[in-house]
């Protein structure tokens, strides 16, 4: 009690620096690492962290999308909202990509950028940007402080909004004057506002409704997305999928929420994903989706997906609800509460034949795709075999992060996880970049995993100047490029739907070996396969960061593919 | 099928919010017909009335994304049928036109418009109602020369009987639970 008398004294009524309280105010929402880039209208908040520096850790980037991107990487691996900082203008602009990647994701992050002067403001000042008007359209909530004193309730209300119902990016945009401007620092954390209900409550009614329609499927499928990761779920769902025998499949958002070889994992969905879940879309009785959102990669041609089945959503955001795919029965909630809800309600049950059907088209796919990707019959080397690799090495329990393409799809469709948060891909905005940055930001989150990028050479290149902060904060992420020479996943379309019109897709790259060597990053280049579960080894072994450079076939192909415009159910395995 | 609906959005009466709340439907490429921001009875909440001409299903979306604003408290649709709607016009016309007696005159009493000021130049007329109906006025006063004029967008007050304070009260009871 005493304590606690002491710490409210020690916070209330002590006069600061309005960017000593943007710092303080960190410090009390237990953030201890956020991601930046200094500059002019900024300076005060990076004067104040240097005070704090043993305890909020700044990690200087070398580009501010970089900031975002390892935020939201540190998010995505831990939980937590990830944090960035930068100054107004460019700085400010700059961090629009990682914004929008955020909002269409549903990551919590908390992005404070400085401003000019409140009379400078709309004068076209140096380094003036309307960084509220633009970053509106892809924030959750934004706002601007002109005075000191509306600086912890602001934090303190970014931070609330950041993380609760359906997470997102806010920001926060801080005048210089602000900045600078003495205030009287108390902090309050933000309890709760009128205009905002973060989580719906779930609906008894349509609960019993759901449960119902479980309860005579014959023929059942469970879609799951991130909802389950950001509810923290896991638990719930699998209780929930074993109580009825019901057969999962997953979006890339979701991937990890299931241990990849429980027997009721089916697989990926969409357009690259596995060939049961797709095909048998179109036949299921019922459709229950949990935390996902019908993302047209997922869905192909929304009238040809799944009109045979009665449809249950399961999700916190009610503009979701019959957004992309008409629901029969929709739970609005926690995923959390209400698939405990309803798991109390459904009667145990197994689907063996239904589940056989999974299997039978699983070996299809194997047969046709799979193996011919995991044990390529060519000298060159597939990018599904070194992830392969990986998994057999690393037992499913490093945390994979990728960027944006043909990698991306490989590396979802055949890494193997085992516990969540351990998938950290671009998922709703396909941000090229992404990758190397949110490895920085995952491995800081999650140090004790082993946290492995895996990237193609086109998306490597676009944030490769973060191989600098890797270097000067030590952090030992693995980085694994798999160089084909092509933005390969537009030269696939450009050979199967443009007349191999290879319009700008082929890159001449330089020596990557030398450009990691210049941060002092251990290396190696594996272009036999007879050298890769060696090489792969010994990245996994190094206690510091390692790039393994793995030169693939330079016109592979990415299937199964459910081409745009075509129906799930059209899935071709060639 | 595209009819016309009234969406009305209560707001936190802040700054910026007007701008997420255009952005709903700048987004999806529907024209704004017409906008009216107001306060609303409760002190400290804004009501914007918004008329579009779409589908009702794309409408009812657009609606739960606007309430998905943060600091939207709620946001409702409605046909033309299920609210009173005014508009506001206002004509400036050469006061000689009117002083010569005759059609002008008779124009304006037929439309029950007001005036609200007489000057040796000019004289202001006003109208309420439907658009149709600022609009006849507009076309019969045309030929007589309209040196200015300016219509409102639509208000409405809805004919369903759920109280905005009624709707407030829950969502902050809500938010003690």
């Not at chain 1, 359209?137 to 002109?146: G, R």
């Not at chain 1, 063996?352 to 299997?359: A, E, G, P, V, Y």
């Not at chain 1, 990728?402 to 941000?431: E, N, P, W």
Request: a negative charge; hydrophobic letters at 40%.
């Amino acid at each position: 009690m005493e304590t606690l008398e002491k710490q409210i004294t020690k916070t209330k009524n002590k006069t600061m620096t309005g960017a000593q309280a943007v710092v303080q105010s960190l410090i009390e929402e237990g953030v201890d690492r956020i991601f930046g880039y200094p500059g002019g209208a900024i300076m005060p908040v990076y004067d104040a962290l240097y005070d704090v520096e043993d305890k909020l850790t700044h990690v200087l980037t070398r580009h501010e999308q970089g900031a975002t991107h390892a935020a939201q990487g540190y998010a995505r691996a831990t939980g937590k909202t990830g944090v960035c900082l930068a100054t107004s203008g460019p700085g400010a602009t700059n961090l629009i990509t990682g914004i929008a990647d955020a909002q269409i994701d549903s990551t919590p992050l908390v992005c404070i950028t400085g401003q000019v002067k409140s009379t400078l403001l709309g004068s076209d000042a140096f380094q003036e940007t309307d960084v509220i008007g633009i970053s509106m359209p892809v924030t959750k909530w934004n706002f601007q402080v002109t005075k000191a004193a509306e600086i912890p309730e602001a934090i303190a209300k970014a931070f609330y909004i950041a993380r609760s119902g359906k997470p997102g990016p806010v920001l926060l945009d801080i005048t210089k004057d602000a900045q600078f401007e003495k205030v009287d620092f108390e902090y309050q954390p933000f309890v709760s506002m009128r205009s905002y209900q973060p989580v719906p409550l779930a609906d008894h009614v349509k609960l019993k409704q759901a449960a119902e329609l479980i309860d005579q499927s014959k023929r059942p499928l469970v879609l799951f997305g991130q909802g389950l990761i950001l509810s923290n779920a896991e638990e719930e769902f699998k209780t929930f999928i074993e109580k009825a025998g019901l057969p999962a499949a997953w979006t890339i958002m979701g991937l990890s929420a299931l241990d990849s070889e429980h027997p009721l994992n089916v697989g990926m969905l969409g357009m690259h994903g596995n060939y049961a879940p797709n095909k048998l879309t179109n036949e299921c009785d019922v459709l229950i989706a949990v935390g996902m959102r019908f993302d047209d990669r997922v869905t192909g041609d929304l009238n040809r997906y799944a009109k045979q089945a009665k449809v249950i959503h399961l999700e916190i955001d009610p503009a979701e609800i019959d957004k992309n795919v008409k629901t029969d029965v929709a739970i609005l909630g926690d995923a959390k509460e209400s698939l405990k809800q309803l798991t109390r309600i459904i009667n145990p049950n197994s689907h063996f034949q239904w589940l056989k059907r999974f299997r039978t088209l699983e070996k299809e796919e194997y047969e046709v795709v799979i193996n011919k990707e995991l044990n390529p019959d060519s000298d060159q080397l597939s990018m599904g075999e070194v992830v392969h690799c990986i998994n057999e090495r690393s037992d499913g329990k490093s945390v994979i992060v990728t960027d944006v393409g043909q990698h991306q799809m490989v590396a979802c469709r055949y890494a193997r996880f085992r516990k969540s948060k351990s998938m950290i891909t671009s998922g709703g905005l396909g941000t090229m970049g992404f990758c190397l940055p949110a490895a920085i930001g995952a491995k800081m989150g999650a140090p004790e995993k082993q946290v492995i990028a895996i990237v193609g050479d086109g998306g490597f290149q676009m944030t490769i100047q973060e191989l600098g902060t890797i270097f000067q904060n030590d952090v030992p992420v693995k980085i694994v490029l798999l160089n084909n020479e092509f933005l390969g996943m537009v030269r696939q379309w450009q050979e199967l739907f443009f007349e191999k019109r290879y319009a700008s897709t082929h890159m001449v790259n330089p020596d990557f070996q030398t450009i990691v060597s210049g941060y002092n990053i251990k290396s190696r280049l594996v272009e036999d396969r007879s050298e890769l579960k060696d090489a792969v080894q010994e990245m996994l072994d190094s206690k510091e960061s390692f790039f393994l450079e793995v030169r693939v076939g330079k016109e592979n192909n990415v299937f199964p593919m459910v081409p745009t415009g075509a129906s799930v159910s059209e899935i071709r395995l060639k | 099928m595209k009819k016309r609906f009234t969406v009305s959005v209560f707001t936190e009466d802040i700054v910026g919010i007007l701008n997420r709340v255009t952005i709903v439907f700048t987004r999806r490429k529907i024209n704004i017909e017409s906008i009216a921001a107001s306060e609303s009875e409760i002190d400290g909440i804004h009501r914007y009335t918004i008329v579009v001409s779409e589908s009702e299903e794309l409408v009812r979306k657009v609606v739960l994304q606007l309430e998905r604003q943060v600091e939207v408290l709620k946001a409702v649709y409605h046909k033309d049928d299920e609210v009173i709607y005014q508009e506001i016009a206002l004509y400036k016309v050469p006061t000689n036109v009117l002083a010569g007696g005759g059609e002008a005159e008779k124009i304006v009493r037929s439309h029950f418009a007001r005036v609200l000021t007489v000057e040796p130049d000019f004289t202001v007329l006003e109208k309420t109602g439907h658009h149709s109906e600022t609009q006849l006025l507009f076309e019969e006063l045309e030929p007589y020369g309209i040196l200015e004029f300016v219509r409102s967008g639509r208000i409405a007050i809805t004919k369903p009987m759920r109280t905005l304070r009624s709707i407030v009260n829950e969502l902050e009871l809500n938010n003690t639970n």
